[in-house]
């Protein structure tokens, strides 16, 4: 048996995060969880989201950014993020938790505008949906203009990199961007990402 086991869903989130196992070389079981998610999983995480991490120690972690973060503590030498207190971590990490707080929100809010008003008229949702595209507009320019090249936070690549590849994957005018089309040839240049890429269906 493995040490770690990913709960994922082919095109969701845990794409990033099967990355990340893939770029450390850590042994790892999958659990695809069906698209109507069983009691069973929801038991794991109470938010009925992917991606989940187990840890060899049993302790579950939910949350794409927070296993991001605990998988580069746990194995510094894999390089997922820059050295500890350096100008380059901080950056890599400001674009992550800018991601998570900002792009992955507008993204659920644009493929499921229902969720995100009280008003089930179409013009209500129809809103949701307008607006989220057109913060998703702001905050992928955003984004875009801070990549140093060919990475996010210059010659090397980080587990940021393949998390904003993965965002403009979902969201044709991202993909379509010359900036995010270029930092995706360059991060499926490394054969880990490349797989976990393919795996999850991303691409297509
Ligand atoms: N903030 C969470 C978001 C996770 C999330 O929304 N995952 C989606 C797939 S990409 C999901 O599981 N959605 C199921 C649902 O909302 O029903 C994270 O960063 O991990």
Redesign the pocket.
């Known amino acids: 048996m493995a040490d770690y086991g990913l709960y994922w869903?082919k095109g969701?989130?845990s794409m990033v995060v099967e990355a990340a196992l893939r770029l450390i070389g850590v042994g790892f079981d999958r659990h695809e969880v069906p698209d109507t998610?069983a009691a069973e999983f929801t038991a794991i995480n109470p938010a009925?989201?992917?991606?989940v991490l187990v840890l060899p120690t049993g302790q579950v972690i939910?949350?794409?950014?927070a296993i991001l973060l605990a998988l580069d503590d746990a194995f510094p030498e894999a390089r997922l993020l820059p050295p500890q207190a350096t100008p380059a971590r901080n950056a890599a990490v400001q674009w992550l938790v800018f991601m998570?707080a900002n792009i992955?929100p507008a993204m659920?809010r644009f493929y499921?505008p229902e969720r995100h008003t009280a008003d089930a008229a179409p013009e209500a949702i129809d809103a949701v949906r307008r607006k989220a595209a057109a913060d998703m507009t702001r905050d992928f320019a955003q984004l875009a203009a801070a990549i140093a090249g060919p990475f996010l936070v210059g010659e090397r690549m980080t587990i940021t990199d393949v998390y904003a590849a993965m965002l403009a994957d979902w969201h044709e005018p991202a993909r379509a961007m010359p900036d995010y089309a270029e930092l995706t040839a360059a991060l499926l240049k490394h054969p880990a990402v490349a797989e976990a890429w393919a795996s999850h269906g991303f691409g297509t």
């Open positions: 869903r969701s989130g998610f009925a989201k992917v991606p939910a949350e794409s950014a998570t992955y659920l499921y």
